[in-house]
Structure formats: C-alpha cells, structure tokens
C-alpha cells in the first residue's frame, strides 16, 4: 500500500506566496513521473505541473512564471513552491503519481488534497 499526502495549504493574500509539499510513503521502489493538479470550485480538476525524476519540468500557462516544482528523490517528496497568487488560483491542489513498489505497480494514485485560499 503508498499514499501521498499533501501539506502546506491556506489562506493567502493576492500577491503572496505559498509552499506545498507532497510526500509519497509505502513500500517505494520507483517514483517517475509526480504531477500537481487543482480544482476549483464548479470546475474541472485541470494539469497544474509535472516533474520527472531527472528533473524535467512542465507548466501550465497559467502558472509559468510564478509556480515552480521540484522534488526530492531521496525523500520521495514533491513540492509546488507558489508565487505571485492570484485569486484565481484558489483551488484544492492535489498531488498524483504512478508509484512502484516492492510488490506492485500502483497507477494514478491520488493525494487527499490540500486548499489554497487567496485573498483579493
């Protein structure tokens, strides 16, 4: 069994910054590609960023520029650094990944999600 659980939501005002961590647990062997997602309300749960484990990144539109993800391997941990909030971003931020473990393949595994509130 793993899970991801996510951590460093709250309220911000506009203009803020905030840090979200996502630490996968379990029996881990190999975690490639980890991904932030968000939805907010009366929408659809949409791409926020990936990273591989080298390191390659993808954006949104949205957030480039103001978002950045990085991970820590040996840790098994993503992180979703955020700059210059917008109301607009205030969502549930969610954190997703394939994980592979001692025994199994454990595909699209979800965190329980983590509220990003920001203030205009």
């Known amino acids: 069994q793993v899970q991801l659980v996510e951590s460093g939501g709250g309220l911000v005002q506009a203009g803020g910054s905030l840090r979200l961590s996502c630490a996968a647990s379990g029996h881990i062997l190999k975690i490639n590609v980890m991904g932030w997602y968000r939805q907010a309300p009366g929408k659809e749960r949409e791409l926020v960023a990936t990273?591989?484990?080298?390191?390659?990144?993808n954006y949104a539109d949205s957030v480039k520029g103001r978002f950045a993800i990085s991970r820590d391997n040996a840790k098994n941990t993503v992180y979703l650094q955020m700059s210059s909030l917008k109301p607009e971003d205030t969502a549930v931020y969610y954190c997703?990944?394939?994980?592979?473990?001692?025994?199994?393949?454990?595909?699209?595994?979800w965190g329980q999600g983590t509220l990003v509130t920001v203030s205009s």
């Open positions: 990273i591989t484990s080298d390191g390659s990144t």
């Open positions: 997703n990944s394939d994980i592979s473990s001692i025994s199994w393949v454990y595909l699209d595994v």
